[in-house]
C-alpha cells in the first residue's frame, strides 16, 4: 500500500499486489535400455525433471540415490573419461546418497554400467529423490533393461544371498553356472579366494565335508549340490571371489575347435546375526562442578556394538543406581530413567550433582537382545579448566594448517558453550600468525577449534619451531575467575 506526494497534493493509497506463485516439481522417466552391450548413458528421454519456473536452470535440479541398483552402478564422468572402448575399472561409482543433475543427464555424463558380465536379459531399478529449491522432494523409480546378443552361451553369475553369519549356503545353478551349445561342463579355478569364508565340497546325502577350502570346482559339482560356501562368523556381511572357468576337455568330443575362457567375480552377501553384547569405547571420570549440572555427551560415555548391521545410536541406556545426583532433561530438567545414544550425540542429557563430591552410576546398556554393564565414575568440585590435548602441528615451510581439538582440546566440569571458553594470546607467534575465517587474530575460541577455522600461517621466512603462548579465559559462571591456565602449542616449519 503506497501514495505518492507532489507539491501539495497526495493521491488516495493505492495498492501494489505482489502474487506468489507455487512452484510444481514435474518428473518424467522412461526405462533405460542397454541393447546388446553392458552399458549406455541416460538422457532426458530416461528422466526429465522440470518446475513451472523458466528461470530454473537444469544445474539446479538434482538426484539423489536413495537405493542405488543392485545388479550395475552408475556413474558420472567428466569429459575427460570418455573413450571409444569405456573402462569402469578405474572409475569410482556413485553410491547411496551421492547425486547428479539434471544438466548431468541431458550432457550424458551420467552412464549405468551393469556389476557383472551377463549372457541373459537382466532387469534393474534405481530410487532416486527428485528436489530443487522452493518445492517439496519426488521420489522415482527408474526400471533398467539389459538385453544380451543372442548366443549359445549360458551363464549365470547371480551371486550367493542370505548366508546365515557362520554358516553354510550351497552355491546352485541359479547361483552361479556355465554351459554352452559345445562345452557342458566347464572347470572353474579360484584366482582369488574368499576373504571371510571357504569354499568346500561336500557328499549331498551325508553333507560331510569332502574337500576343504578348495580351488577348483566343476559345473557338475554346482549341479549336484556339492559346492558351499562357509562363513567364517567374522563381523562381515559381504565377501567375494574371483574365477576364471574352462570346459572340461575330458567331457568333450575332439572336434572341439576354439576354447572359450570366461572370468568373474561371484559376489556373497550374509544375513548377520545380533550375536554380541554392546561393548564400551570411552570409559573415564565424569567431571561435574560441586552442586551444579552439567552435559553428559557422546564424549564422557559411549558404547560400540560389534555386529555390523545394528546402528550404535539406538543403544539403549537405563540409569539403575546413582549415588549422587541424577540424569535429567537438557530440555526442562526432567528427571530421566533412559535414554538412548542419540540422546547423548544431541546433547539431550545432563547430569545434575547432589550428595558426596565421588560417586558412581549404575548403568545398563542393550541393543535389544545382549546387555552390559557399566559403572560411571562422577567427581564433583570446584570449578575448574584446563588443557586436555596439545599435540602441536606440522606445516610445510611458507603453508597453511589447520589448529582443530584434536591439537588443542580442554577439560572442564562446567557447563559451558563452546563460545564461552577464550585462548588470548600473550605471546603471538614469532613466524607465523593465526587466522580466522582468513582474518588475522590474536583472540580464539573453543568454537574455532571444533569449526575447524583456526589456522596458522607461517610467513616462509624460517624452518625453527614456533609457537604462541595463551592465556585460557571463561565465562564467570559461579565463581569469580579468569586466568585459569596458560600453555604452549608447537609448530615444526617442515620442508620435506
Known amino acids: 500500500m503506497f501514495t505518492v506526494n507532489a507539491k501539495s497534493y497526495t493521491t488516495p493509497f493505492s495498492f501494489f499486489r505482489i502474487h506468489f506463485e507455487q512452484i510444481y516439481l514435474r518428473v518424467e522417466e522412461r526405462q533405460l535400455s542397454l541393447m546388446h552391450k553392458s552399458y ?81 536379459n537382466v532387469k534393474d531399478f534405481t530410487d532416486l529423490r527428485v528436489s530443487t529449491l522452493g518445492t517439496s522432494a519426488k521420489n522415482v ?54 576373504h571371510y569364508g571357504v569354499l568346500h565340497l561336500i557328499d549331498p546325502r551325508s553333507a560331510a ?57 561371484f559376489d556373497i552377501q550374509m544375513l548377520m546375526r545380533n550375536d554380541n553384547p554392546p561393548e564400551r569405547k570411552v570409559d573415564k571420570v565424569f567431571t561435574v562442578e560441586r552442586n551444579g549440572q552439567k552435559l553428559l555427551t557422546i564424549r564422557d560415555l559411549a558404547f560400540i556394538d560389534p555386529d555390523i548391521d545394528y546402528d550404535p545410536w539406538e543403544l539403549l541406556y537405563t540409569r539403575r543406581r546413582v549415588s549422587n545426583g541424577q540424569f535429567i532433561s537438557a530440555r526442562n530438567g526432567s528427571q ?9 550425540v544431541n ?39 584446563q588443557i586436555d590435548t596439545n599435540t602441536g602441528i606440522k ?13 588443542l582440546s580442554i577439560e572442564t566440569n562446567m557447563n559451558l558453550a563452546d563460545t ?36 596458522y600461517k607461517h610467513k616462509g621466512k624460517s624452518n625453527e619451531e614456533d609457537y604462541f603462548a595463551f592465556t585460557l579465559i571463561a565465562k564467570d559462571i559461579q565463581v569469580n575467575w579468569q586466568l585459569l591456565h596458560s600453555d604452549i602449542v608447537r609448530i615444526v616449519s617442515d620442508t620435506t
Not at 64 to 85: C, I, W
Not at 336 to 344: G, H, M, R
Not at 354 to 382: H, L, P, W
Open 141 to 194: 523409480r527408474l526400471w533398467i533393461e539389459f538385453v544380451p546378443q543372442k548366443n549359445d552361451v549360458t551363464f549365470v553369475n547371480n551371486g550367493l544371498k542370505d548366508v546365515i553369519e557362520g554358516g553354510r549356503k550351497y552355491i546352485d545353478r541359479d547361483d552361479l553356472y556355465l554351459q554352452t551349445d559345445k562345452f557342458r561342463v566347464f572347470e572353474f579355478t579360484v584366482i582369488s579366494r574368499p
Open 40 to 120: 549406455a548413458a541416460l538422457s532426458n528421454e530416461n528422466l526429465k525433471a522440470y518446475t513451472n519456473n523458466p528461470q530454473l536452470r537444469p544445474e539446479n535440479i538434482q538426484y539423489e540415490l536413495a537405493r542405488p541398483p543392485s545388479m550395475g552402478n552408475f556413474y558420472r564422468m567428466d569429459l575427460q573419461q570418455f573413450t571409444r572402448h569405456m573402462d569402469f575399472a578405474n572409475l569410482t561409482p556413485l553410491s547411496y546418497g551421492e547425486s547428479f543433475t539434471q544438466q548431468d543427464i541431458n550432457s550424458g555424463s551420467v552412464y549405468y554400467n551393469l556389476k557383472a558380465s551377463a549372457y541373459e
Open 420 to 455: 564461552e571458553v577464550h585462548f588470548v594470546l600473550f605471546e603471538g607467534p614469532r613466524n607465523g600468525f593465526l587466522e580466522v575465517d582468513g582474518v588475522k587474530v590474536d583472540e580464539f575460541i573453543f568454537k574455532n577449534l571444533k569449526m575447524q577455522n583456526l589456522v
Open 347 to 385: 546433547n539431550e542429557i545432563m547430569f545434575k550433582h547432589s550428595g558426596e563430591d565421588i560417586g558412581r552410576a549404575d548403568i545398563a546398556v542393550t541393543d535389544g537382545q545382549f546387555y552390559s554393564n557399566c559403572m560411571m565414575q562422577i567427581q564433583a568440585g570446584e570449578p575448574f579448566i
Open 209 to 265: 565335508i569332502v574337500s576343504h577350502d578348495v580351488g577348483k570346482f566343476t559345473t557338475d559339482d554346482i549341479r549336484d549340490t556339492r559346492l558351499v560356501y562357509q562363513h567364517d562368523d567374522s563381523e562381515h556381511g559381504s565377501d567375494s571371489f574371483t574365477f576364471t572357468a574352462v570346459p572340461d576337455i575330458s567331457k568333450t568330443s575332439p572336434s572341439h575347435g576354439n576354447i572359450p575362457e570366461f572370468t568373474g567375480t
Open 395 to 407: 606445516v610445510r615451510n611458507g603453508r597453511r594448517e589447520k589448529v582443530t581439538i584434536g591439537n
Open 336 to 344: 530421566i530413567y533412559q535414554f538412548k545414544q542419540v540422546d547423548l
